[in-house]
């Protein structure tokens, strides 16, 4: 049993075709003409087309992989004379792990280098033509070793690795190539560099081996960061000795490297960038990512340990070089690179914030200087690449965000436009940020830009949420009108009317800022977060709440998505406040609005459609905090949301919760508008009293039941969205299932009655309202009190008086009853949407149980299946045992044979015997060992699945007895 | 944070006899009751003062286990010292001694100052391994001996640093060509005369030049 061959047989099988198989035929061809020593002049003749075969055809590699690899490390081994032989042989070996730009699934280099590695004695034998003993050895034969193992690092085979670690200083022979002749550093430094990455013992063993110094040196000769692709080389080696390594972080560290790198970023006079030395620089930013940030394990002090020594270095100043448009002249991509690594030093420590806030810059090429943050902040407004436009705005917001007196001073900066502006460019932040909302030139994408930083400055900042208030723009273009004489206007007047001009533009097909109005929802959000004053502004402003209320019924007519939950949550802030100020009537005005122009149910449905979106997205950002590009189908809005951040996410979902209490609360209390005081001894004030009480009870049971029937379908949608995984959750599912049934039930009943009710009551209104003119005719006497000899002058003008209001009461509340009913109509579409979750829910549970069932008896059959074959395997071992005996009775009967033929052939010949029955051997071993895990893995799936079963109620040890029993 | 020498050194001896402990005892002023066993190597480092010189040491802890005997001893090139540890309380520890030594002869260079150590002087109580013993076969093998506690820290700093104190010496007498990197020493500045000129570190001491890199 050839289990050597194995992998590359099915390759070959696969790939065979009419011209492969003439390949196969050609390379055993050329390979038996190699092996014939008689012909010395052919061989080398044979070796040369041999290469040239295997460079040209994928299957001719795969050919020599599968059966050229022993006799061309024989010709290395034992024929060390013939340099050109080896030589010949060496490259023969890289050329078979060549990559190709493939189509199809297989990968010959792969697949060879994983036969060539795990023969031990393979890589030994490459490694031994790089010992220092072999420093006289043919320059060209150690090229091709160390290309060899390049080309075998480059498949990300963990084989290799393993084999150099466990032979003697191997690390260190292969690091000592770095002092070699060019050439051969060259290709050290990119086998060490893919090595890295496979092996963090090889990272640690290098450092120890002083890679730091020796790539130091390197870069330091190929001339620092202005040096070729070779620095670009020692530099990818260095991130990836340093990537993830806290060891050799520390090493970095202690050695005293961290000074190098500010040395190495700083750029050496103006001069524009070259490609490669943009590359270099990205590299070398690349390392102090690796340093300050993204550090797996926190258990260092990253910021005494690295970061204050790095600032001390003059990291900062080499960082703000780069990150600037003028000056260096780096490339976009570069500077989005240095204002993260800035925004990293940032977060990480008080020094480097405080540098931010004072550092001054070159920023024009009149070589005026502005603040540094003057110019991080035009590149978050006007950058037209995209990255640089984050970085910038990811900046601002490290700046803000931990440091509140940073914040502060940057608001501190805005200041209300004055009726005869400054000629010029703005000098200031404030400024700046000024003419970004209102300025001539702005334009819709600018203004999302500027409401996104604005949110920065007003997150969590109760004076900068004040400051921002009195904010009032003059004498500039108006986004409307075109009149230069406008009235000065608030900034929450400007938001507001952006806001309907980027919705007016989504909806009119501009495709331009997509994200604007969330930005700038995003913003007034932010904006009225406890700050009561803003939201009663936003609320008291002429034409806002009108605006808003048809923005978000515009969205609720379509799909509802987030412009319109937005929207909603806007709204709420607002009433929110005024329900809870003095002004007694705001909040139910209000509500009569958006129950008129949008109707309670969908407002609330709104409301808490973003409740459940803000709990989806903290969930997605807590389990991959960094995975935006994976999105693919995400829209706008929701790349969006995800990027708010759990605070803001947090805080809407507080909101919401006040907007549900605001609005029961509303229906519960009488109001005081509508109860009249100077009727009370009349029968038609009973009857309107008790109709208006009927219906404020009933519209109060039946936003009790909407909100319950909305918080209960959350529940099973929420488990639904990620019932793939965990037993917790299938936990919660199965509750689920027996608990709707119950409550919903009753439900249905309570809906049902509702509607009667309802149709009763609105009966009821219309006929009075009918009588209203009735009532009229009739005398005052007959409808009102007696009259009283003390109230003359009143007697005439009462039914008067009472008539209007009575008719006015009527048609409210026949309004009000319509909404009553409408709203119950909704509530039944609902309710029966419920039911119809409720089902599916149901059936999914049934069916994922039988599934479990089946996986568990799959697993069970699988178990048994690992057990004979590990069995079969174990009487496989034995006869190979036997054939081991067998081939060493043979191997001393050739021995025999051979007695007087060449020395070394006869070597060989050993050599090749006991290489071939080892691999067998290993190969079985190996074989049986992944039986054995397949057998464990196969036991822990069972656990696993039993122990779902359990949660799903089902005895699992009796039915693992049935599976047993079949 | 300039130094006039640095010295590798190198920490070996069986799994369980506090290596890892010494060395924790030695950086951070701690010790450690629970065996963290070792995985490969660790890396540690501290500056110490010779006769006024900066020396910083740079330390690296292998793994006792047998299974990582292939990793670890790619370690013992270009160490300047060795604490080659046992454990007082337990014989077996001691036995391998031989073994260790071998080891450390193969693929250290042959001027490494080997340190023996009998670690666990706090439990002299469950002694298993005599003073004397240790004493007579470090002059056997030409090596220094101390006993050691890292749990107490009696003999910790004075195990690290007489071991650099003979480096030191022997560089004073010539042994060592400091400029060959294999032997696991390293010159900064301030090595050559006592005027206090500074190194700064990560920098080859011969480039003069300003522009680093
Ligand atoms: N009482 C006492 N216990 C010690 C002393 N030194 C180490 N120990 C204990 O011995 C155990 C092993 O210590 P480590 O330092 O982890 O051992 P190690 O030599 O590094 O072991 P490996 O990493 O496996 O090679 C730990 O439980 C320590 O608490 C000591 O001086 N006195
Ligand atoms: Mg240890």
Redesign the pocket.
């Known amino acids: 049993m050839n289990f050597l061959g194995a992998v590359g047989r099915t390759a070959r099988n696969a790939l065979r075709t009419a011209e492969g198989s003439e390949d196969d035929k050609l390379v055993a061809q050329l390979l038996a003409r190699v092996a014939d020593k008689e012909q010395v002049e052919d061989r080398k003749e044979a070796l040369t087309q041999l290469c040239e075969t295997v460079s040209r055809s994928e299957q001719a590699q795969l050919a020599l992989g599968s059966s050229g690899f022993l006799q061309l490390c024989a010709i290395v081994q034992y024929e060390q004379a013939d340099t050109e032989m080896v030589q010949g042989s060496l490259e023969a070996l890289v050329l078979s792990m060549a990559r190709r730009p493939r189509t199809k699934g297989q990968n010959p280099a792969a697949i060879n280098a994983e036969l060539f590695a795990r023969a031990h004695g393979n890589v030994q034998l490459v490694m031994g033509l790089l010992k220092a003993g072999q420093q006289m050895q043919n320059p060209h034969i150690r090229l091709h070793a160390v290309r060899l193992l390049a080309a075998i690092a480059g498949t990300g085979t963990p084989r290799l690795s393993e084999a150099i670690l466990t032979s003697p200083q191997g690390v260190a022979t292969l690091m000592d190539l770095l002092n070699d002749t060019e050439a051969i550093r060259n290709e050290a430094l990119l086998l060490m560099t893919a090595l890295a990455t496979t092996s963090s013992e090889i990272q640690k063993n290098a450092a120890s081996e002083g890679a730091f110094q020796r790539l130091f040196g390197i870069v330091r000769d190929e001339g620092g960061a202005d040096g070729g692709i070779v620095v670009q080389d020692c530099m990818q080696l260095l991130n990836n000795l340093l990537q993830d390594h806290q060891g050799n972080q520390l090493l970095f560290r202690e050695m005293g490297y961290l000074q190098s790198l500010p040395a190495f970023l700083k750029l050496q006079g103006t001069h524009a960038i070259s490609k490669q030395t943009a590359a270099n620089l990205s590299c070398g930013m690349l390392t102090l990512h690796w340093l300050i940030a993204d550090k797996k394990v926190t258990s260092m002090d990253t910021n005494d340990l690295f970061v204050a020594p790095l600032l001390q270095a003059g990291c900062f100043e080499a960082l703000q070089m780069l990150a600037l448009p003028f000056g260096g002249g780096s490339p976009a991509r570069l500077r989005a690179q240095a204002l993260g690594c800035l925004a990293d030093l940032v977060k990480m420590s008080t020094a480097a914030h405080e540098k931010l806030m004072s550092a001054k810059v070159v920023a024009s090429r009149s070589g005026a200087q502005t603040m540094l943050l003057h110019a991080v902040l035009r590149a978050a407004l006007y950058s037209d690449d995209k990255d640089e436009q984050h970085a910038a705005l990811a900046l601002l917001t490290a700046f803000c965000q931990k440091h509140a007196e940073g914040q502060e001073a940057l608001a501190a900066t805005l200041l209300p436009t004055t009726s005869n502006p400054q000629p010029g460019a703005p000098r200031t932040f404030g400024e700046e940020l000024m003419l970004a909302w209102s300025g001539r030139s702005t334009t819709l994408q600018v203004v999302g830009r500027a409401a996104s930083i604005s949110t920065i400055l007003l997150r969590s900042s109760a004076a900068s949420k004040q400051r921002f208030l009195n904010l009032t723009f003059q004498n500039q273009v108006q986004p409307d009108q075109g009149s230069s004489q406008a009235p000065s206007v608030l900034l929450m007047q400007l938001c507001i009317t952006w806001l309907a001009q980027t919705v007016n533009a989504q909806l009119a097909g501009v495709r331009a800022a997509p994200e604007a109005p969330f930005q700038l929802l995003h913003m007034l959000i932010t904006w009225l977060l406890d700050c009561p004053p803003a939201a009663m502004l936003l609320a008291s402003m002429q034409g806002a709440m009108s605006t808003l209320t048809t923005m978000a019924r515009i969205r609720v007519q379509g799909k509802s998505d987030l412009l319109g939950e937005m929207i909603a949550v806007c709204l709420g802030q607002c009433m929110v406040a005024t329900s809870s100020q003095a002004a007694p009537s705001g909040g139910s005005e209000m509500i009569d609005l958006l129950a008129e122009k949008v109707g309670i149910a969908s407002y609330l449905e709104l409301v808490s459609n973003l409740t459940q979106r803000c709990a989806r997205s903290s969930a997605i950002s807590a389990e991959s905090p960094k995975k935006e590009d994976s999105s693919q189908q995400a829209s706008v809005g929701e790349m969006f949301m995800a990027s708010t951040g759990p605070e803001f996410q947090a805080a809407v979902g507080r909101i919401c919760q006040q907007v549900q209490e605001v609005i029961i609360a509303a229906f519960q209390e009488p109001r005081p508008n509508l109860s009249v005081q100077d009727m009370d001894e009349t029968g038609l004030r009973q009857q309107f009293t008790a109709l208006e009480r009927q219906l404020q009870q009933l519209q109060r049971r039946s936003h009790a039941l909407l909100l319950e029937a909305t918080s209960k379908a959350n529940i099973p949608a929420a488990a639904l969205a990620d019932s793939s995984s965990q037993s917790q959750h299938a936990r919660n599912h199965s509750s689920d299932t027996t608990q709707l049934p119950v409550s919903s039930k009753p439900q249905a009943d309570a809906f049902r009655e509702l509607m009667q009710q309802t149709a009763g009551i609105s009966n009821s209104s219309r006929l009075l309202s009918q009588s209203i003119p009735c009532l009229m005719m009739l005398k005052p006497p007959q409808v009102g009190p007696a009259p009283r000899p003390d109230h003359h002058g009143m007697l005439s003008s009462m039914p008067d008086a009472r008539v209007p209001q009575l008719e006015a009461r009527a048609a409210s509340m026949e309004r009000r009853t319509a909404v009553a009913e409408a709203e119950n109509s909704s509530l039944q579409q609902q309710l029966q949407s419920l039911q119809a979750q409720h089902l599916a829910l149901q059936q999914r549970s049934v069916s994922e149980q039988t599934q479990l069932k089946d996986q568990l008896h799959r697993s069970e059959e699988k178990a048994r299946q690992a057990q004979t074959s590990a069995q079969q395997s174990q009487t496989e071992l034995q006869a190979l045992s036997n054939a081991y005996s067998d081939l060493e009775a043979h191997a001393f009967s050739l021995e025999g044979q051979l007695k007087g033929t060449d020395r070394s052939q006869d070597r060989s010949v050993e050599e090749h015997i006991a290489a071939a029955v080892a691999s067998m051997e290993q190969e079985a071993e190996e074989t049986q060992n992944d039986l054995m895990v397949c057998i464990g893995e196969e036991q822990q799936k069972v656990e696993r699945l039993s122990e779902r079963l359990q949660h799903m109620g089902v005895d699992v040890d009796k039915l693992l007895c049935e599976v047993g029993d079949e | 944070m300039s130094y006039a020498y640095l010295f590798k050194y190198i920490i070996i001896?069986d799994?369980?006899?506090?290596?890892?402990?010494?060395l924790l005892q030695f950086t951070d002023k701690r010790f450690?009751?629970?065996?963290?066993?070792?995985i490969g190597v660790e890396f540690g480092a501290r500056m110490i003062n010779i006769d006024g010189k900066q020396i910083k040491l740079q330390i690296w802890?292998t793994?006792?286990?047998e299974s990582f005997r292939s990793i670890t001893r790619s370690y013992y090139r270009g160490a300047a010292g060795a604490l080659l540890?046992y454990d007082i309380t337990r014989r077996e520890t001691f036995n391998h001694l031989a073994s260790w030594l071998e080891d450390a002869r193969q693929h250290a260079n042959p001027n490494m100052t080997i340190m023996l150590i009998g670690?666990?002087s706090?439990?002299n109580h469950r002694r298993a391994v005599s003073t004397e013993e240790g004493e007579q076969f470090a002059k056997e093998h030409g090596l220094v001996f101390l006993e050691?506690?890292?749990?107490t820290a009696h003999n910790v700093e004075e195990a690290f640093i007489n071991t650099a104190r003979k480096i030191y010496e022997k560089i004073d007498q010539g042994i060592f060509d400091v400029s060959n990197e294999s032997f696991g020493i390293k010159v900064g500045y301030g090595a050559g005369g006592g005027n206090a000129q500074t190194v700064r570190p990560g920098e080859a001491p011969a480039a003069k030049s300003s522009s680093c890199c």
């Open positions: 001896g799994t369980g006899v506090g290596k890892s402990c010494l450690q009751p629970v065996h963290d066993l070792t802890d793994a006792g286990q540890v670690n666990k706090d439990l050691t506690s890292a749990k």
